[in-house]
């Protein structure tokens, strides 16, 4: 239940924030998606400004769930390379970034098992498109591969966090 009021806020804050975004020029996008992965499936929400055609800063905040437990938050912020193709600004794209994640373990939880709560700070790099068919509205598609830099210092296997595929209805305004 927690998931889906997290997620309810992030989509009343897009709501909240149309009408101020739709007096601006057309560099602001909000976009609301899946992301999945081997192991679970999260609901996002993301904002991202648009510099020029070839540059866009954006972030996402997502929460779900994964085989051993629930996904509290995920937040990122990706600085994203454009190469865009098409008459209605479709793009090709490459980004980096980085946030903090929140999570709980309940597989084994209750009963003489702890329950562990844990957060950490991850890097990100992933690839994607995404296509507009109107001047407003889009869809855009990724993978990102997920890097966990405090398991690599500790000469650890990263794979405690799994890469994922994202898709996301996108609103330009």
Known sequence: MKRISNCS???ALTALLA???SAQAQNHEVGVG???GGTGILVDAS???KFNKNFRLEGEAATGTFVLGDVDYFISGFAVARFPFGEKDSALFARAGAGPIKYSSSLFCGGIFACNSNTEML???GFGVEHFFSQNWGVKFDATAVINPGALDNGEDDDEFTDYVSISLVRRF
């Open 9 to 11: 806020r992030a989509l």
């Open 19 to 21: 009408p101020w975004l």
């Open 34 to 36: 899946l992301s999945g």
């Open 47 to 49: 904002y991202g400004y």
């Open 123 to 125: 890097g990100q790099i």
